[in-house]
């Protein structure tokens, strides 16, 4: 079976080990969706640290699709010249890196204008993000499908080795195969089949957008561990559909804001056992799928990876709060030192991608003053 530093060949996308970096919101970008300075420095050094496969923070189709201030936008043309800056230097830092296209739906913090409608499945209130969307009409959704599509080709057109679809964590994609959040009764509603079918659209246009030879990867949530969310069942069944459509590899993960201490970035990660917990949902869709499984959620130790890998239950490790702290750990662990990371899953880092600094690890932060 495979470990941690043997390499892994993804659709044409030779990546040297199998370490990944889940995509991670930063509030580095400008004000229109470019990237800074900041966050092409962010992303180099995680190729400088040896990270297999960068996986960028969600960029925005569609401008209503923004959730957050300092997040990138992939909406526009005008983004390529400074993204072809950014894979140049991932690239001379010998790193591979892909970009995550997503559009929110209900879960944005910005507010509702009139250029910026919150479209949704169904007017279903959320109350984490306090705000009700517009049911989208057919004619919306088919803009949606193209956009996504648009967006991988400006991917492609960037220089990224590759393009992951966020269909995970509640996010608009999630909202229509979620029947907690997808009350349709036309096509796009009511059956799994029919809450798959959008994204269904959107991997085979994103397919058709950047061709045959081009990884395209999916992130999908196993189960939304809220009521009435999507279930383990229908996430098995998605995962196959997906593997079905021809998508080169899949991220497994789990929960939505709305599910608390279950949601995707769950604290006290102490011991061995805590991590990996979504181990073993990713462990039941690669025995459904042929296209290689990656697994997120609380991975610290180089002792979790080597066990994960060598039982087969997944083909890569993902992991996005360690990196927050140690930009180097695969390196780290490569040189011999394979202490577990240092990152104590404290999720104060949350906050920092509201500052005026960006994402930062707080705790590591605190520490360098304290010895100023």
Known sequence: MAALFDGIDINGMALKNRAVRSATWTGMAEADG?????????????????????????????????????????HSDAMIPRLKQLTEKIHNAAGKICMQIAHAGTQTMLRPKNDRPIWGPS??????????????????IKQTVRAFALAAGRVKQAGFDAVQIHAAHGYLIGQFLSPATNRRTDKFGGS??????????ITRA???????????????????????????????????????????????????????????????????DDE?????????????????????????????????????????????????????????????????????????CFSTGLSRRGLHCAVKRQKEKRKK
Not at 192 to 201: A, C, M, P, V
Not at 225 to 241: I, Y
Request: hydrophobic fraction near 45%.
């Open 276 to 348: 990996a917990y979504f181990a073993t949902m990713a462990k039941k869709i690669k025995k459904q799928v042929s296209a290689p499984v990656m697994v997120v959620g609380g991975i610290r130790s180089f002792k979790r990876i080597d066990t994960i890998l060598r039982a087969g239950h997944a083909d890569l490790v993902s992991m996005s709060r360690p990196f927050i702290r140690e930009p180097a750990l695969i390196k780290r662990w490569k040189q011999g030192d394979r202490k577990k990371a240092a990152c104590i899953s404290c999720n104060q």
């Open 192 to 201: 799994l089949e029919n809450r798959t079918r959008f994204l269904f659209q």
């Open 123 to 140: 007017p279903v209130y959320n109350k984490v993000f306090k705000s009700t969307p517009k049911p989208m009409t057919q004619a919306e």
């Open 34 to 74: 470019q990237y800074s300075t900041r966050l092409i420095k962010l992303l180099t050094d995680l190729a400088s640290g040896e990270v297999g496969l960068i996986i960028t923070g969600f960029a925005y189709v569609l401008p209503n699709g923004k959730a957050l201030s300092g997040q990138a936008g992939i």
């Open 206 to 272: 994103v397919r058709k957008a950047v061709g045959k030879d081009y990884p395209v990867l999916v992130k999908l949530n196993a189960k939304d561990f809220v009521r009435a969310g999507l279930t383990l069942a229908d996430g098995l069944s998605v995962a196959k559909g997906l593997d079905a459509l021809g998508v080169d590899a899949i991220e497994v993960s789990g929960g939505v804001p709305a599910a608390g201490p279950m949601g995707p970035a769950r604290m006290k990660i102490r011991k061995a």
